[in-house]
């Protein structure tokens, strides 16, 4: 049974920075692609970033590009999220997901399998 489990959220005055984890387990993810997405209140689920387990490329939504570094440890089955130069418009609830390679990596829909959620917080 496939399990993402997410930690490290918290609350962070604007500009301050954040590290999100996702410990994977329950099969092997080497033909895989892990993505973050966030959800803001009121507002629909919203890709962040991905990376493909085995080659590491990745791929950044526009709004977080230079802020934003996504990156995984293959021994420890776990994927990154780094977060500087956070704005209050990042504050949202955000999660790890996996889906078998495929090629739409920022469509919510091609996910199989989705983490618990951690919350952010930035404060103005």
């Known amino acids: 049974q496939v399990q993402l489990v997410e930690s490290g959220g918290g609350l962070v005055q604007t500009g301050g920075s954040l590290r999100l984890s996702c410990a994977a387990s329950g099969r092997t993810f080497s033909n895989y692609v892990m993505a973050w997405f966030r959800q803001a209140p009121g507002k629909e689920r919203d890709f962040v970033a991905a990376i493909r387990w085995t080659v590491a490329s990745t791929y950044y939504a526009d709004s977080v590009k230079g802020r934003f570094t996504i990156s995984r440890d293959n021994a420890k089955n776990t994927v990154y999220l780094q977060m500087n130069s956070l704005k209050p418009e990042d504050t949202a609830v955000y999660y790890c997901?996996?889906?078998?390679?495929?090629?739409?990596?920022?469509?919510?829909?091609?996910?199989?399998?989705w983490g618990q959620g951690t919350q952010v917080t930035v404060s103005s």
């Open positions: 997901a996996a889906q078998l390679y495929g090629s739409n990596w920022n469509n919510m829909a091609e996910y199989r399998y």
